[in-house]
């Protein structure tokens, strides 16, 4: 089978130090300080066999996440963008969606207690948690020590076949009959990104009463689906900030109530101005671009006669935070990260909401093949125009 493969040579920069999780010439915790000149391979490779846990799944559906684009961009030194765990050569992709060609003999759903099903839907989680470090006993998989990640350090998914441990797969089923097959894939691929986006305004944001409003930084993929999530968990007003137009009416079609273009509006004066001068209960971070947010951020929690907030950091950034701790204390207002999509029951709850109705398919912007995959993720790194890239051609 062909394999769309990230490819890099080992080059620390000279102030690197090898972390003791990280494997000299392989695999590394903090990849943009290693790996030098990405390129893409389109690699001939036997198809995987399943282990005795496994499934072998044939791909249907795979999202183009950022971190890919961050993996095949570099600096002017040659280093790759992304900054996280990394074993190269790796098949890319993970946020995916197929069907079942091959089932291990102990590929236990453990949900139902049964083997999987030869021609079942799955989706798989992309962070392999271990199940045995000190976070995933006390509950926090996404917080794993010795995780392992799809499309990352382990083969992904922009290959016609992978094997996955049966643990983090789960059933599409729920989905079939409302959606018919194609669509049901396409919306399996997007479980992962709409999961990141549960967990983080539900989990760690704590969520909403019905008629709260919520107000959301960044109409990305998790900004889309966080609209979708909080709409349908009762929100009064969901508002959403986003440059792009494009974006803007896919988050409406995600069930935004209202959208912002912050280049044109106050976007704070015009958040008070929907809610009449309320606020709102949680604010999502997720543009990344923090330093450029946080004073709506702020002037909403202290203007807006809600007490409470929850700002959820969601967004990756390097950048620093322009925090006002007074802000927080007299409007007792917290600030909490969120990171993943694993445990807590997000994966069932978010399949289980798509299941009665939670249709997030128009995330998806663009349907590629897997020979398409290089240029559109060069297209990507300026590109803000597009949400989701989907591969829904393997052939
Ligand atoms: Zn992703
Ligand atoms: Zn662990």
């Given at each position: 089978m062909r394999a769309v493969c990230l490819n890099a040579e080992w080059d620390p920069r000279p102030d690197f130090k090898l972390?003791?999780?990280?494997?000299?010439?392989?695999?590394?915790?903090?990849?943009?300080?290693?790996?030098?000149n990405p390129r893409i391979e389109i690699i001939e490779k036997e198809n995987p066999t399943p282990g005795p846990e496994e499934v072998l799944i044939k791909a249907r559906a795979c999202g183009i996440c950022g971190s890919d684009?961050?993996?095949?961009?570099?600096?002017?030194?040659?280093?790759?963008?992304?900054?996280?765990?990394?074993?190269?050569?790796?098949t890319l992709g993970h946020e995916f969606s197929g069907e079942v060609v091959g089932v291990?003999?102990?590929?236990?759903?453990?949900?139902?207690g049964r083997q999987f099903e030869i021609?079942?839907?799955?989706?798989?989680e992309e962070m392999f948690w271990c199940g045995q470090c000190k976070p995933c006993a006390d509950g926090y998989p996404n917080h794993?020590?010795?995780?392992?990640?799809?499309?990352?350090?382990?083969?992904g998914t922009l290959a016609a076949y992978v094997t996955v441990s049966a643990r983090y797969l789960w059933s599409l089923e729920a989905l079939r009959e409302l959606y018919g097959e194609d669509k049901m894939y396409e919306l399996?691929?997007?479980?992962?990104?709409?999961?990141?986006?549960?967990?983080?305004?539900?989990?760690?944001?704590?969520?909403?009463?019905?008629?709260?409003?919520?107000?959301?930084?960044?109409?990305?993929?998790?900004?889309?689906?966080?609209?979708?999530?909080?709409k349908r968990s009762g929100a009064a007003a969901v508002i959403l900030s986003e440059p792009s137009k494009p974006r803007r009416e896919m988050a409406t079609e995600m069930g935004a109530t209202h959208v912002l273009n912050p280049m044109e509006v106050d976007v704070a004066e015009a958040v008070l101005?929907?809610?009449?001068?309320?606020?709102?209960?949680?604010?999502?971070?997720?543009?990344?671009?923090?330093?450029?947010?946080?004073?709506?951020i702020e002037k909403i929690i202290w203007e807006g006669k809600a007490l409470n907030t929850t700002v959820v950091v969601v967004a990756r950034a390097d950048e620093k935070i322009p925090f006002t701790g007074e802000v927080f204390q007299?409007?007792?207002?917290?600030?909490?990260?969120?990171?993943?999509?694993?445990?807590?029951?997000?994966?069932?709850?978010?399949?289980?909401?798509?299941?009665t109705g939670m249709d997030v398919s128009p995330i998806i912007t663009k349907r590629i093949g897997l020979d398409e995959v290089e240029e559109n993720l060069v297209m990507l790194r300026t590109d803000r125009d597009e949400a989701k890239i989907t591969i829904t051609d393997y052939d």
């Open positions: 972390g003791s999780k990280d494997v000299e010439g392989k695999l590394t915790y903090l990849g943009s300080q290693v790996w030098r684009v961050h993996m095949l961009q570099s600096d002017s030194d040659g280093y790759i963008f992304y900054p996280g765990l990394t074993a190269f050569p790796a291990g003999e102990g590929a236990i759903n453990r949900r139902t021609g079942e839907a799955v989706c798989a794993c020590e010795r995780l392992e990640e799809l499309g990352f350090s382990v083969d399996g691929s997007l479980v992962e990104p709409t999961s990141v986006a549960y967990n983080a305004v539900h989990e760690r944001g704590g969520g909403i009463r019905p008629g709260e409003n919520v107000v959301i930084l960044g109409g990305g993929p998790i900004g889309a689906a966080a609209c979708a999530v909080l101005d929907i809610t009449q001068g309320v606020g709102a209960k949680i604010i999502l971070e997720a543009s990344g671009v923090p330093s450029v947010v946080w004073p709506d007299v409007r007792r207002a917290s600030i909490v990260g969120a990171q993943g999509h694993s445990g807590h029951g997000t994966y069932p709850n978010v399949i289980n909401t798509m299941a």
